[in-house]
């Protein structure tokens, strides 16, 4: 997809999304490859099989936004979007139902934040907090607790 299509699609989301008419973007299976939407409104964007591989979406409203089977290696975390951060390790969780236990939680806690997390006693933190410093990059903003 090129930029100026992504635009275009973005563009009328945010209409959509202002209640100006537009449509909600679907960018289904969609080539999005590297890129930039850092800042970007994607909530309730279906995104189910884009290629995000490499894409920054540091501080993309994500917020409802269909991710799954999207293709996420590489990206740039946001790391306050509950439903990205979910997703990650959703998947990372496999069939485990504690560990999808702990993605379902970050996924309906929208009011906590990162301290509120850590100091929850939750079974798998632990885990959780590993897989996700398997996301983090220099410079992305990742809490300080990810990078220890």
Known sequence: MDKAELTMILGDHKKWIDGEGGKSADLSGAYLRGAYLSGANLSG????GANLSGANLRGADLRGAYLRGA???DVTMNWGSHDLIAEVLRRAAGDHIGKLQVAGLILVSRDKCWDDFLSMRVAHKKWALSEL???VKDGDGAPSVLKE
Do not use: F, G, T, V
């Open 133 to 135: 410093r398997k996301w």
């Open 45 to 48: 964007a279906y995104l189910s």
């Open 71 to 73: 293709n996420l290696s």
